[in-house]
């Protein structure tokens, strides 16, 4: 197992190198840099201090530089100083190489506009996207395993069969779409109003107890965890009520009550440990896919300052410091995270042995 764990670890570097040089790579081709917006908003600027003025004189860069839109007017120094603090005077192979460097070191560098470190700025934003993935994935779980059992048990029956259109519709609604829903109906919307609207606390939440911190941190995240769990729960339930129905239908359910065993220990003595294999291991991929998945739509309608609504803001703004950086920890979380997948087959099953495999 050993073996096998450090070649799984070695695989991880090429892999996140290709994750991170083709993004690199497609960056270089997007326009609309940091250089190029700091250039236009002065350009823009300088536009309306014309228009109030009435001057209409523009002052040349003296080079005809025309790589930027929005640099007219503006002096060629000012536009290589600007391309040297952002690190653009260098090859973009040499810029790739030492912030890979960097990254090796976990040094993130600082956001271009909000003057902090990138990991302090993952940091902070860490617990609303936790919050959601952990609390969706344990709520889908509670639900689903003993839903998908029921109706492996029952297959074919009427609860069967309704229990499945709502499953289906449930997987059919968008998440954000049942997220305003839930707006709407519980949220001062056009019906009651329950729960907050926005936000993980309450503004008063440092001056709270210890008591009614938790009972307010629980009532602001019903919404949202709520939101995120409808897909995980719906794929969830079929994949258990799959995965037992594959084992009931085996040869050695058969040979069990053929020796007379009650349908009680032939269902918990040998179908539901190997129909729960898949399942069980599946929990750091299902955590992951809700923490990295629905996180930016639900942060956004609920108003959630998480890091899926981080890495969408730093796409837009091209603050390449945390969106790569982001982007550097979701890919080797995610890798990670595929191990420990992996391992958990070897813990909930010990005839599972890696390393009798060719990888």
């Known amino acids: 197992m050993g073996a096998y764990i450090l070649r799984r670890l070695l695989l991880m570097i090429p892999t996140l190198l290709g994750i991170m040089l083709i993004n690199f790579t497609l960056i270089q081709f997007?326009?609309?840099?940091?250089?190029?917006?700091?250039?236009?908003q002065l350009s823009e600027e300088g536009s309306?201090?014309?228009?109030i003025t009435g001057g209409g004189a523009e002052v040349a860069t003296g080079g005809g530089n025309d790589?930027?839109?929005?640099?007219?007017?503006?002096?060629?120094?000012?536009?290589?100083?600007l391309e040297a603090q952002f690190g653009f005077d260098k090859p973009p192979l040499?810029?790739?190489?030492?912030?890979?460097?960097?990254?090796a070191q976990f040094d993130f560098g600082e956001s271009y506009f909000r003057s902090i470190e990138v990991l302090d700025l993952i940091l902070e934003k860490m617990p609303v996207s936790i919050t959601l993935g952990l609390w969706s994935t344990l709520l889908a779980y509670l639900i689903s395993i003993p839903l998908g059992i029921r109706k492996a048990v029952r297959d074919g029956s009427r609860f069967d069969t309704w229990s499945s259109g709502i499953i289906i519709a449930a997987y059919a609604i968008p998440s954000f779409l049942f997220a305003i829903l839930l707006l709407v109906l519980f949220a001062g919307g056009s019906y009651v109003q329950w729960f907050p609207l926005r936000g993980l606390t309450s503004d008063n939440f440092d001056q709270l107890g210890w008591y009614a911190k938790i009972m307010d941190y629980l009532w602001h995240i019903v919404l949202p965890v709520t939101a995120s769990t409808i897909g995980a729960f719906a794929t969830l339930t079929l994949l258990t009520k799959n995965?037992?129905?594959?084992?009931?239908?085996?040869?050695?359910?058969?040979?069990a009550r053929a020796k007379g065993l009650t349908e009680q220990k032939v269902f918990y003595g040998h179908v539901f440990r190997n129909a729960m294999l898949i399942i069980i291991a599946g929990?750091?991929?299902?955590?992951?896919?809700?923490?990295?998945?629905?996180?930016l739509i639900i942060e956004i309608v609920f108003s959630l300052d998480g890091l899926g609504?981080?890495?969408?803001?730093?796409?837009?703004?091209?603050?390449?410091?945390?969106f790569f950086g982001t982007l550097y920890i979701f890919g080797l979380m995610g890798l990670l995270v595929g191990l420990i997948s992996d391992l958990m087959y070897v813990v909930v099953d010990p005839r599972i042995?890696?390393?009798s495999r060719n990888t």
Do not use: C, H
């Open 309 to 322: 609504r981080l890495g969408f803001e730093a796409a837009l703004n091209r603050d390449y410091p945390v």
């Open 243 to 255: 995965s037992f129905l594959d084992e009931i239908n085996k040869q050695y359910v058969m040979t």
């Open 353 to 355: 042995d890696f390393e």
């Open 94 to 103: 040499e810029r790739f190489l030492q912030m890979i460097a960097n990254y």
């Open 48 to 51: 309306a201090t014309d228009r």
């Open 30 to 40: 997007v326009p609309g840099g940091p250089v190029e917006q700091i250039l236009a």
């Open 67 to 81: 790589t930027y839109q929005g640099a007219r007017g503006l002096p060629e120094d000012f536009i290589k100083e």
């Open 283 to 295: 929990f750091p991929g299902a955590f992951i896919g809700v923490f990295f998945g629905s996180s």
